[in-house]
Protein backbone atom coordinates (compact mmCIF):
# COMPACT_ATOMS: atom_id res chain seq x y z
CA UNK A 1 0.00 0.00 0.00
CA UNK A 2 1.10 3.49 -0.95
CA UNK A 3 1.88 5.63 1.95
CA UNK A 4 1.35 8.59 0.44
CA UNK A 5 -1.87 8.14 -1.54
CA UNK A 6 -2.67 10.14 -4.86
CA UNK A 7 -5.02 12.81 -5.39
CA UNK A 8 -7.26 14.14 -7.87
CA UNK A 9 -7.02 18.35 -8.24
CA UNK A 10 -9.00 20.10 -10.13
CA UNK A 11 -7.57 22.40 -12.53
CA UNK A 12 -9.02 24.70 -15.76
CA UNK A 13 -7.11 23.53 -18.91
CA UNK A 14 -5.16 26.93 -19.49
CA UNK A 15 -3.57 25.77 -16.19
CA UNK A 16 -2.66 22.43 -17.67
CA UNK A 17 -1.22 23.27 -20.74
CA UNK A 18 1.09 25.78 -18.62
CA UNK A 19 2.16 23.39 -16.26
CA UNK A 20 3.26 20.50 -19.05
CA UNK A 21 5.56 23.35 -20.18
CA UNK A 22 7.40 22.50 -16.87
CA UNK A 23 7.35 19.06 -17.10
CA UNK A 24 9.96 17.60 -19.04
CA UNK A 25 12.95 15.00 -19.00
CA UNK A 26 10.57 12.44 -17.29
CA UNK A 27 9.41 14.52 -14.50
CA UNK A 28 5.90 14.09 -13.26
CA UNK A 29 3.57 16.82 -12.30
CA UNK A 30 4.28 15.93 -8.53
CA UNK A 31 8.10 17.23 -9.16
CA UNK A 32 6.82 20.52 -10.90
CA UNK A 33 4.45 21.42 -8.21
CA UNK A 34 7.13 20.93 -5.22
CA UNK A 35 9.86 22.47 -7.18
CA UNK A 36 7.20 25.45 -7.62
CA UNK A 37 6.23 25.33 -4.12
CA UNK A 38 10.10 24.76 -2.98
CA UNK A 39 10.51 28.07 -4.86
CA UNK A 40 8.21 30.03 -3.03
CA UNK A 41 7.61 29.82 0.36
CA UNK A 42 3.76 29.41 1.80
CA UNK A 43 4.33 33.04 3.66
CA UNK A 44 5.26 34.82 0.76
CA UNK A 45 2.63 33.43 -1.69
CA UNK A 46 -0.11 34.15 1.18
CA UNK A 47 1.02 37.74 1.33
CA UNK A 48 0.99 37.96 -2.30
CA UNK A 49 -2.44 36.21 -1.86
CA UNK A 50 -3.57 38.79 0.64
CA UNK A 51 -2.64 41.88 -1.97
CA UNK A 52 -4.46 40.68 -4.28
CA UNK A 53 -7.56 40.37 -2.17
CA UNK A 54 -7.13 43.83 -1.04
CA UNK A 55 -7.16 45.22 -4.49
CA UNK A 56 -10.73 46.87 -6.00
CA UNK A 57 -12.67 44.97 -8.38
CA UNK A 58 -12.52 45.71 -11.55
CA UNK A 59 -16.32 45.71 -13.57
CA UNK A 60 -16.73 43.20 -16.34
CA UNK A 61 -17.36 46.04 -18.67
CA UNK A 62 -14.40 48.09 -17.82
CA UNK A 63 -12.25 45.02 -18.47
CA UNK A 64 -13.85 44.39 -21.50
CA UNK A 65 -12.94 47.77 -22.85
CA UNK A 66 -9.73 47.66 -21.71
CA UNK A 67 -9.50 44.34 -23.82
CA UNK A 68 -10.33 46.25 -26.61
CA UNK A 69 -13.61 43.45 -26.72
CA UNK A 70 -16.33 46.37 -27.13
CA UNK A 71 -19.49 46.33 -25.28
CA UNK A 72 -20.90 43.95 -22.79
Not at 29 to 51: I, S
Amino acid sequence: MIADPPTTVTLPTSVVQRLRLYKTGGRTYADVLEDLMDAVPPRVFLEWAEKQLERKAVPYSATRRRLGLGRT
